[in-house]
């Protein structure tokens, strides 16, 4: 399940080539997740989310970057694991961008909060009322 226009194969190889100052990074590690990332995204284009699913949590074991974290969270609402794919959509939002971070970043960042808002209307909750056997209120619910 597409949400929107993915982020593009190209925009994973400028992303990752980019350094995240937090993480050491190996050019090694680079390259990988920058190969993970493309195969990823041609599994979300064949819609074989799972093997998206797999190669974006690899890509993002090794360097952690929205647009990653972004193709994971579309894989994973495609495989119906809507819980999982809101918690990746908002950990992108929790993270936010860098100043003077890449385009990618960014637009990776604006599609998390639509895509986040396409989904949530389909994950079920619960909400509890409680109340006294007459049916008032109970007093000091903790």
Do not use: C
């Not at 599609?111 to 000091?140: C, F, H, M, R, Y």
């Amino acid at each position: 399940m597409r949400l929107t226009t993915p982020v593009s194969v190209a925009a994973f190889a400028l992303v990752l080539a980019a350094p995240v100052a937090s993480l050491a990074q190996s050019d090694t590690d680079r390259a990988t997740a920058r190969g993970l990332g493309k195969d990823g995204e041609q599994a979300l284009d064949a819609k074989d989310y799972k093997r998206a699913e797999d190669d974006f949590r690899r890509a993002d074991s090794l360097i952690h970057a929205p647009t990653l974290v972004l193709g994971l969270a579309r894989a994973l609402a495609g495989e119906g694991k809507l819980v999982e794919a809101q918690e990746a959509y908002q950990r992108i939002m929790r993270d936010g961008v860098a100043p003077g971070a890449p385009d990618a970043f960014k637009r990776a960042l604006d599609s998390a909060k639509t895509e986040l808002q396409t989904i949530e209307p389909k994950i079920g909750g619960v909400t509890i009322t409680v109340k006294a056997a007459g049916g008032g209120d109970v007093p000091n619910v903790k």
